[in-house]
Nanobody, 124 residues
Framework: QVQLVESGGGLVQSGGSLRLSCAAS????????MGWFRQAPGKEREFVAT????????SYADSVKGRFTISRDNAKNTVYLQMSSLKPEDTAVYYC?????????????????WGQGTQVTVSS
């Protein structure tokens, strides 16, 4: 059983930056594809970014491309989401997710494990 714990959320002004972290335990982290998703109030959960086992392949939602960067440190069992040029529409609960496999995965239904989420609020 894999446990994922997100941290780093908070309140930031428009144009600001935040770095989210997701620490994994209970599994062989380096064999997992990792992803970040978000859910705003009243909206469906949506894909944000994903990264392959080695970190060599990444994919982003168009809405965050060029502003967000996903990375991972397999020695620390942690995946990061560096968020810059934040906008009020980025306000959401951000979740990290994992699944065994190769490549990258953009569909939330294909992930096996989820964290509890961390709130990001961007004020205008």
């Amino acid at each position: 059983q894999v446990q994922l714990v997100e941290s780093g959320g908070g309140l930031v002004q428009s144009g600001g930056s935040l770095r989210l972290s997701c620490a994994a335990s209970g599994g062989t982290y380096s064999t997992y594809v990792m992803g970040w998703f978000r859910q705003a109030p009243g909206k469906e959960r949506e894909f944000v970014a994903t990264i392959s086992q080695s970190g060599g392949i990444t994919s982003y939602a168009d809405s965050v491309k060029g502003r967000f960067t996903i990375s991972r440190d397999n020695a620390k069992n942690t995946v990061y989401l560096q968020m810059s040029s934040l906008k009020p529409e980025d306000t959401a609960v951000y979740y990290c997710a994992s699944r065994r496999g190769t490549g990258v995965v953009v569909k939330d239904g294909e992930y096996d494990y989820w964290g509890q989420g961390t709130q990001v609020t961007v004020s205008s």
